[in-house]
């Protein structure tokens, strides 16, 4: 068995004569000109085409059903979806006539391996897929949201998995930013109970995927909202939930798995289908309006503020939290039981920051300066011009607190008890356990009498 990565949720899964291939979308602008594919890719299509023997489309989402490209297919070629009547009159309206709808754990014959569905609890009739070939397996879990026991079952019906994709992205933080919710929004229960799934299925091997979209254009705002996680962290949060066991891979256009006899073989960029192409980059997740924050007047204030930001975290902030966390004060408690990593984000002006982080994940607080922390989670951006007049007492700290000097938000998931977990509490209630250590520190701490 061989699949290839080919870019957001499409894969193509070879075994035998079969070449089944899962959600395409050949467009690397579609929707109307509202998304593009994230790498940009160069795509042979008709060799893709050549090789397609069955295609399934996992649900009747725009970014997973797209009829332009089911269109360049035959209408003779099956095509498997789940059981919703709007997506099954789509496709036959589309001309197609070989249409199997599949019921949870239904099963297809292929020519040489089989298909069978697996089941969702989102409001959408959608499903996943598994393509099986003698003991050789692929779980693809698409947008589908699934409790444990969908994983346990998998693996009962299946044996062993050998490889399975596990969606890493939350759906309504957009949603959430439009409607006026900002960053309180995550849907993590979902995320953590489909990683467990994928955690009971014991696959050999397994990756993050489904986050290969952004918005184009004029729509390319929205990116800020959108995508919480990157492959990399949620690569490094089943790592630590499953150990050794299971093999954990971040994937790209292009890149292969070779299954057979219960061994996988990952092999980066091997792909003739699909290679990644220049783009712009992506704004990153970051659910705030930097415009908002401030920066410092000159090159002379960024050195000031550059070195005295660094002795105060240093000499100050960090001593003080780890005082709480050794009396167990309640106050930082929830920073070290979440696993987290704050990174502090100090605007300057023009686009510059200066970036320093404390690890809370260790027996003692780590403070980490001058860069960018890969598993931070919470997040304080800080305007630079209130932090330098507070610093030189030149103003109070209720230029944070009244005026709205710095912002906060979080994207804390961890694993707590052999389980990856969300907090157990969102929005106001979590943001009262999680008090900002710098800004907290000079509203509340005991600052040395120095002016500067």
Known sequence: MRLTVLGHASVLVETGTDGVLVDPIFEEVYASGTLCQTPRRALDAEAVIARTTALVVTHIHLDHFHPPTLARFPRTLPIVVPAHEPLVKAVRGLGFTAVTALAPWQRLPLARGRLMATPSDYELEEFGIAVVDGADSYWHMSDAIVAPDVGARVREELGAVSLASVKYQPLRTLIAYQRGLASTMLDRNDLTTSFEAACAAAPVALFPYYSGFAFHGEHAWANRHIAPYRAGEIAALLRERLGAATAVHTVGPGDEFSIAGGDVAYARGASALVRPAPGPDVQPWEPIDPATLPGVAGLADVLWLTLESR??????????????????????????????????????????????????????????????????????????????????????????????????????????????????????????????????????????????
């Not at 929830?334 to 002006?349: D, N």
């Not at 507070?390 to 944070?400: H, I, N």
């Not at 008890?417 to 356990?433: C, K, Q, S, T, Y």
């Open 311 to 452: 002795r105060v975290l240093a000499e100050e902030v960090l001593p003080w939290v780890q005082a709480h966390l050794d009396a167990a004060s309640g106050l930082f408690d929830c920073y070290r039981a979440f696993k987290t990593v704050w990174q502090c984000v100090i605007h300057l002006g023009a686009d510059r920051r200066l970036h320093h982080a404390i690890d809370f994940r260790g027996p003692r607080a780590a403070l980490f300066v001058d860069h960018e922390h890969p598993r931070a989670n919470v997040f304080s951006h800080v305007s630079g011009g209130c932090l330098q007049r507070v610093l030189r007492r030149e103003a109070g700290p209720e230029v944070f607190w009244m005026a709205g000097g710095y912002r906060l938000y979080e994207k804390i998931l961890y694993v707590g008890d052999g389980a990856i977990r969300a907090p157990p509490w969102n929005g106001w209630e979590l943001f009262e356990r999680l008090p900002d250590p710098l800004t907290h520190y000079l509203r509340r701490g005991p600052r040395p009498d120095r002016h500067r």
